[in-house]
């Protein structure tokens, strides 16, 4: 009774916009930095540099970086939403060889789906770590 008089109040309407909110300033704050970022680079190239100075290595360093942590986003990103696909399909599998249990086979292909699981958060861990490494050489010439 108590959960079906929060679901039809405007709580979950307000926590809705909120994290709509949120994702849309994070994008905005995300593509500032990026661009600012790139703004720094242009200016740094600018500089009195020493007669050593490459600049044709310093801007493909700066532009592989960049493409480098992009393609790193757009990986993570779809492979985010593949996770909201996949999940419970596996879930949805598990489900039903616990609920049709009839051998010894459905507890194998329960442990399958769960070591799938694992991998595929272990996977995005992996990626989450791979994009905070990406930021800091990003901005570890700053």
Do not use: E
Request: charged share 10%.
């Amino acid at each position: 009774m108590a959960w079906r008089s929060i679901a039809t109040s405007k709580i979950p309407l307000i926590v809705f916009w909120a994290i709509i909110g949120c994702l849309i300033y994070l994008f905005i704050w995300f593509v500032k930095s990026l661009v600012t970022n790139l703004q720094n680079d242009f200016i740094a190239d600018m500089y009195q540099h020493p007669s050593a100075y490459n600049r044709s290595k310093f801007w493909t360093n700066v532009i592989g970086h960049k493409i480098l942590f992009v393609v790193t986003v757009l990986i993570s990103l779809i492979y985010a939403y593949s996770l909201f696909v996949i999940l419970p399909l596996l879930s949805r599998q598990a489900y039903q060889s616990v609920k049709f249990f009839d051998s010894g086979l459905n507890v194998l292909y329960v442990m399958i789906i769960i070591a799938g699981m694992m991998i595929l958060f272990h996977l995005f861990f992996l990626l989450i770590h791979m994009l905070q490494n990406m930021w800091k050489i990003i901005y570890k010439d700053l």
